[in-house]
């Protein structure tokens, strides 16, 4: 069965800083990896996705990168801001479609 | 941009009451999904939809739950017997495929069901 699990569970930053956050899951048997955004009771903004074939994807300050092989996936935030605040969501899709969710990592970036 | 819509984004109901959540997902879309997320907990998969027939469906989706596209837009959950535990976010999500490693779900802003 499926295990994703994300590390740290929450993180706390100066504005400008560069960070990361991790995603690991027990079955590399996947189709793709998603990152999402969730704002404090608001819905899911997909934010990247890889496909399994991909080792990174980029977009703006985000950069995701995949190790299927390990189960290892990172998001990486660059130069960071107040309003990246928000918790961070990954989730991996198998053959069947579903999305099995980590249970996120919750940033707060301070002015 | 195209986008999920789900109403309403509130659902107050009192134990015992049927419920139905509705979604319209993206016009082109043919993969149809419903997720929950329990306050404090990961966001669960309930259930898939392809076609007009369930694909998938989780244990906790049981015979209290069902889903229907009534018409060519919508795209329904109901909860026949609402239970203090079934209070949650419901979201729902479409995608173009299935399967495939370029599948993008995307999600709508959520139903946040209370039960009193």
């Known amino acids: 069965k499926q295990e994703v699990t994300q590390i740290p569970a929450a993180l706390s930053v100066p504005e400008g800083e560069n960070l990361v956050l991790n995603c690991s899951f027990t079955?590399?048997?996947?189709?793709?990896l998603q990152w999402f955004r969730q704002d404090p009771g608001k819905g899911l903004t997909s934010l990247l996705l890889?496909?399994?074939?991909?080792r990174e994807q980029t977009s703006g300050r985000l950069n995701a990168s995949l190790d299927k092989s390990s189960g290892r996936s990172t998001l990486y935030i660059a130069a960071s801001q107040p309003g990246d605040s928000a918790t961070y969501l990954c989730?991996?899709?198998?053959?069947?479609?579903?999305?099995?969710f980590g249970q996120g990592t919750t940033l707060q970036v301070k002015p | 941009e195209p986008e999920v819509t789900q109403t309403p984004s509130h659902q107050v109901t009192q134990m015992g009451q049927e419920v139905i959540l509705r979604c319209v997902p993206i016009?082109?879309?043919?993969?149809f999904y419903w997720y929950r997320q329990i306050l404090g907990q990961k966001v669960e998969f309930l259930v898939s939809?392809?076609?007009?027939?369930?694909?998938?469906k989780s244990e906790i989706f049981d015979d209290q739950f069902s889903v229907e596209r009534p018409d060519g837009s919508n795209f329904t959950l109901k909860i026949r017997s609402t239970k203090l535990e079934d209070s949650a976010m419901y979201f729902c999500?479409?995608?173009?495929?299935?399967?495939?490693?370029?599948?993008?779900?995307?999600f709508g802003a959520g139903t946040r069901l209370s039960v009193l």
């Open positions: 890889i496909q399994s074939s991909q």
């Open positions: 016009s082109n879309h043919l993969y």
């Open positions: 079955d590399s048997a996947i189709y793709n």
């Open positions: 999500a479409s995608s173009e495929y299935r399967g495939l490693a370029k599948n993008i779900q995307y």
């Open positions: 939809f392809y076609n007009n027939e369930i694909s998938e």
């Open positions: 989730a991996v899709n198998s053959d069947t479609g579903k999305l099995i």
